[in-house]
């Protein structure tokens, strides 16, 4: 029997193919103007997956946060309907393209296996009506994230991790939980930031 071929899929080899390109090219170097470019100017759930991927890599301090405004800016634009441009202050931040190609070889595999369950449906929670609330959601979740707290941003950037493979592969119900990982990874964060504005108090109260 023939194995059903999954729109996640196709949008994964994509964007393996497009990495590739870049590091077989003369100037093998990766900016997030030229993920952009690579991408596509109007691939805007395309590169929130993109982006929340790469926010699962390891990075330096303050490098998640910087992927979290980034992910704000492309899902403003797509929230406006035009092309994604990032201003420079980001767009020419370098980026682990072999990471990166490593990473996506590995996300091809693991989405074979997850497209087997994954499949159309609900569409109309991935349709493009479904674009500007999305738009929005991720906005306010990445706008939580860049709070420099540790550990706040892991859970809400996996929802968001989950509602763009659901979206691109045209599945409501994945949406679904990755909207309720999006909430639970909020909730969990919104305790840590009250939890660290009463250490603060009481050690400020020490203090004086």
């Known amino acids: 029997m023939r194995r059903s071929y999954r729109p996640i899929t196709r949008h994964i080899n994509r964007i393996v193919a497009g ?9 093998p170097k990766l900016t997030f103007h030229r993920l952009v470019e690579t991408m596509g100017l109007q691939s805007h759930r395309l590169l929130i997956l993109m982006l929340t991927l790469l926010n ?25 309907g035009k ?37 159309p449906r ?5 349709g493009a009506s479904a674009a500007i609330p999305y738009g929005i959601f991720t906005m306010v979740v990445s706008l939580s ?3 420099p707290i540790p550990l706040s941003n892991a859970i809400p950037n996996v929802g968001l991790c989950i509602i763009a493979f659901s979206m691109l592969n045209r599945d409501g119900l994945g ?30 109260s020490a203090v004086i």
Do not use: Q, Y
């Open 175 to 204: 949406v679904l939980v990755g909207l309720a990982v999006c909430l639970t990874g909020l909730v969990i964060a919104l305790g840590l930031m009250i939890g660290v504005f009463h250490l603060g108090m009481a050690a400020l």
């Open 56 to 80: 699962m890599i390891p990075g330096p301090p303050g490098f998640g946060g910087l992927l979290a405004w980034t992910t704000l800016a492309v899902a403003l634009f797509m929230v406006m």
């Open 19 to 27: 990495l590739r390109r870049v590091a077989e090219s003369e100037t």
């Open 122 to 126: 609900l569409l109309f929670l991935t």
């Open 145 to 147: 994230m860049t709070v």
């Open 83 to 119: 092309p994604v441009r990032l201003p420079d202050i980001i767009g020419n931040r370098k980026l682990p393209l072999n990471a990166l190609i490593k990473a996506g070889e590995v996300v091809a595999r693991v989405t074979a296996i997850i497209a087997r369950f994954s499949k």
